[in-house]
Every structure is written in structure tokens, then in C-alpha cells.
């Protein structure tokens, strides 16, 4: 299958999902992913630009952030061990979670990926979704909630997504949620603060003009209480406190600056709310 424009960029995160689970060293990978590795051979992707040495920085990034996400899912589901409860996965692109977890999802756990139909689409003919339901739509609308349970535990899940939305775009998808679901907890993640109100140009696509960085507020616990005060800040994780021998030289320069860390690198944020 050949992806051309926007879809393209999909491909980026799973790719590089796959190399860390194929291609990094057994001591210092972090995780196994099969299910990466066989979407992406269904693709007809020339993936020579993201096979550059200068891109390692992107591969970590992303690895990182997916086992964090990853832990904190499973963390999300032992506290809800049992009971009837949902997953719903905003702009699930190419994401590969659901098969990744599937031995900590239990029969009680609805999972639903949430992404605009080319993409919905796009994730049925290359992924497994089978156990899962497929929803067709932007975050930025309620119709998709159509039918979907409010007043069961609710995980939110949105990887690689926030940072590209205004600030008032962010307030009012969280606000949405937290005026009509009874118990939601939000795993989101956002960019080094430094970023907001840059352009993201994507190496790997010489064609692709990049993409504006909308959001990644300094202080996330100060901007949710400010502007969503109904969604409680509970903590965030920074990437590069984490696999510390896979950041190479970075790793010296944020053990002797740790302020940076919140600055440039992406941070994996939960919050929660409540009726």
C-alpha cells in the first residue's frame, strides 16, 4: 500500500516503533513491538530520510514516550481492574497500543480509536483492530460521542496531538470531556515550552511544510487550573528522565541543567475529573 501527503506522516511513529523493536540491541531496547513491525510491512514507504543517523533523537523520543504512555495505560487499568471501562484513543494514527497491552485488557475494558476516516480507514487495512471499536471523527466535534458510554471510568488517551491545537482548541475538547463524562482521567502529551509558537518541519517528508506548535504551556498544572479547573493536574513525566543510557551525551547536559529537561523535551502530562 503507497502513502502519499498528509497520511505519510502516520507512518513516522510506527516506523520508528518498529526499528526499536527490530533493530536496537536486546540490553538497551525498551520494548517489543511485533505489531509495528508487521503494519509497516504492509506499507510501500520509502523510509531512507528517517533511517538517518541525525534522526536517533526522534527514534528515542518517541520510544520513550510510548512506554511511558504505555505504563501509565496499564497503571490506569490495574486501578480499574474488574471493572466495566473505556479507552478512548484520540487521533489513534497508526498506534499500535491496544496490541501491545492486550494481556492487561480485560473483557471488561471497551477500547476505541478516534481519528478522521482516511485515517480510520487507513488503520483497518494495516492494523489488528479487531477487538477494538473504530470511530470516525475529529476530537474538535461531539458527534463521534454518539452512543459512547459517559458514566463508566473513562481513560483519554492523546499521543502526539495536543501540541498541534490553539490553546482555546485544548480548553475546550478537555472542558468538553469533563462536563459529560463521569469519571475521566486525560494521558496527554506535550512538547518542551520552548517549542510553543514554532513550526515542526518534518526531515523525513520533503514536501510536508510543517506544522505549527500551538500548545505546550510552561506550567501544565498552572494552565489547567486556570483555563479547566474542573481537570485536576496529578503530575507529568518528562522523557529524558527516563532510559537514561539511550540519550547518550543529552543525558550529562540535563543531570547538570535539569531545568532544561521541561524546556525541550516532551512531557507526558495526567490529570483527571469527576462529576
Not at 536486546?26 to 530520510?49: C, G, L, N, P, W
Not at 477487538?131 to 463521534?144: A, H, K
Request: charged share 25%; net charge negative; with cysteine.
Amino acid at each position: 500500500m503507497k502513502l502519499n501527503g498528509v497520511p505519510a506522516t502516520l507512518v513516522i511513529p510506527l516506523y520508528y516503533r518498529a526499528v526499536e523493536s527490530r533493530d536496537i540491541a536486546e540490553d538497551v531496547r525498551i520494548f517489543d513491538d511485533i505489531h509495528s513491525e508487521q503494519a509497516m510491512s504492509k506499507i510501500d514507504y520509502d523510509a531512507t530520510h528517517l533511517s538517518d543517523k541525525k534522526m536517533w533523537t526522534t527514534q528515542v523520543a518517541i520510544a520513550v514516550r510510548t512506554a511511558l504512555l504505555d505504563q501509565e495505560t496499564v497503571n490506569w487499568l490495574k486501578i480499574n481492574s474488574g471493572k466495566e471501562c473505556q479507552i478512548i484513543n484520540l487521533g489513534a494514527g497508526l498506534c499500535t497500543r491496544h496490541l501491545r497491552l492486550e494481556d492487561q485488557i480485560g473483557k471488561n475494558v471497551n477500547w476505541i480509536d478516534l481519528d478522521l476516516d482516511e485515517v480510520i480507514e487507513l488503520r483497518k487495512k494495516i492494523v489488528n483492530v479487531e477487538r477494538c471499536q473504530q470511530i470516525s471523527g475529529s476530537v474538535l466535534d461531539d458527534i463521534w460521542m454518539e452512543g459512547v458510554e459517559m458514566n463508566i471510568p473513562t481513560l483519554f488517551i492523546a499521543e502526539g496531538l495536543f501540541m498541534y491545537f490553539p490553546h482555546e482548541a485544548v480548553r475546550k475538547i478537555l472542558g468538553g470531556f469533563a462536563d459529560k463524562f463521569k469519571n475521566a482521567t486525560y494521558l496527554f502529551e506535550i512538547l518542551g515550552w520552548s517549542f510553543e509558537g514554532e513550526t515542526q518541519n518534518v526531515e523525513a517528508l520533503d514536501d510536508f511544510e510543517g506544522t505549527s506548535i500551538d500548545f505546550s504551556p510552561v506550567n501544565i498544572s498552572t494552565w489547567l487550573s486556570e483555563n479547566v479547573s474542573r481537570v485536576k493536574y496529578i503530575k507529568h513525566e518528562n522523557i529524558q528522565s527516563h532510559y537514561h543510557k539511550r540519550w547518550r551525551h543529552y543525558r550529562f547536559l540535563m543531570k547538570v541543567l535539569p531545568s532544561l529537561k521541561d524546556k525541550f523535551s516532551n512531557r507526558i502530562v495526567l490529570a483527571g475529573s469527576s462529576l
